[in-house]
């Protein structure tokens, strides 16, 4: 009886309970005004989503400078179009994306206690993608966002010049680092580096080239959390202390170069999994101001 109600509200309640964080993240040049980043993630939509969808419709009153898209955008061959209708004016916005695994391949069954017992790393047994991410990314570089899937560029956001660097996903070994290799650009206003899982190793070779600022996904914040304990896995390399929220890489101790790190716990869940529990979807405004001292 317990069971099916934290079910019930896991699935229902929690599940459609979006937050909106916000974070200041002192990372720009002395004398800066301040850049407003919306990073969205893992929305695994399908079309019937319409809580999400209508919350999505929202989000361009924060009036962001720029939108970040960690992926896991879709979850249906139909969603491409809801997806593109329901961010509209964010559209006009300047923006990045990069894909998670599942704008590739549509869900399969599984078994959501998986969340709290192992990872997913391997489950992608298919090797033709059968989701339209191709549409997808078309259709976000028609309307003026970056793919930075294994890309770099210079991204215009107000009167911030920013360069972008992104990697595709490497929880299925698509990320190409070696591509966007190279020292970041002192004289950008902001270093900005994107990724869908917040894979150490990866992140590692972004701070080595100076990026100021990472942001990811894929976690969910683990999705189904003990309350007051946190989430039991992160379903990559990362660390469960860090598996959502704003943090810095490499984290500890000690003297050493550095990013600021944003994971968000993300707006959805694969349609097998649909159960949120203590760990709310999210969106977030990170508030970008100068560094201190
Ligand atoms: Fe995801």
Redesign the pocket.
């Known amino acids: 009886m317990a069971g099916a109600a934290v079910f019930s509200y896991s699935a229902i309640v929690e599940r459609n309970w979006f937050a909106l964080r916000w974070y200041e993240v002192p990372v720009l040049p002395a004398g800066s005004r301040p850049l407003r980043i919306l990073h969205i993630s ?1 929305l ?1 939509l399908t079309p019937g989503r319409h809580r999400l969808l209508s919350f999505l419709r929202t989000l361009d009153a924060l009036e962001p400078d720029l939108v970040v898209n960690t992926g ?1 955008s879709i979850a249906h061959v139909g969603s491409v179009l809801p997806l593109l209708e329901a961010l509209g004016p964010l559209l006009d916005r300047p923006g990045v994306f990069v894909y ?1 695994s ?1 704008d590739l391949y549509s869900p399969e069954w599984k078994n959501p206690s998986r969340y709290v017992w192992r990872t997913s790393e391997g489950e992608h047994k298919r090797h033709v993608p059968d989701l339209p991410w191709a549409e997808l990314g078309a259709s976000l570089e028609a309307a003026g966002w970056m793919n930075a899937n294994n890309r770099r560029g210079r991204v215009k956001a107000g009167d911030f010049d920013i360069e972008v660097a992104g990697v595709h996903d490497s929880h299925i070994k698509r990320d190409r680092y070696a591509a966007i290799a190279g020292p970041a650009d002192p004289a950008a206003d902001l270093r900005l580096g994107v990724m869908h899982s917040p894979e150490p190793s990866v992140m590692d070779r972004f701070v080595a080239d100076g990026f100021d600022l990472l942001l990811a ?2 976690t ?1 914040g683990g999705q189904v959390c003990l309350p007051g304990f946190g989430t039991l896995v992160t379903n990559c390399g990362i660390d469960r202390a860090r598996a959502k929220g704003l943090h810095q890489h490499p984290a500890g101790p000690g003297p050493r170069q550095r990013a600021f790190l944003h994971v968000s716990a ?1 707006l959805g869940t694969s349609p097998t999994a649909p159960v949120r529990l203590a760990c709310r979807p999210e969106t977030t405004v990170l508030t970008l101001v100068p560094r201190m001292g």
Do not use: P, S
């Open positions: 893992d695994h896991d998670g599942n996904g894929h969910h993300g």
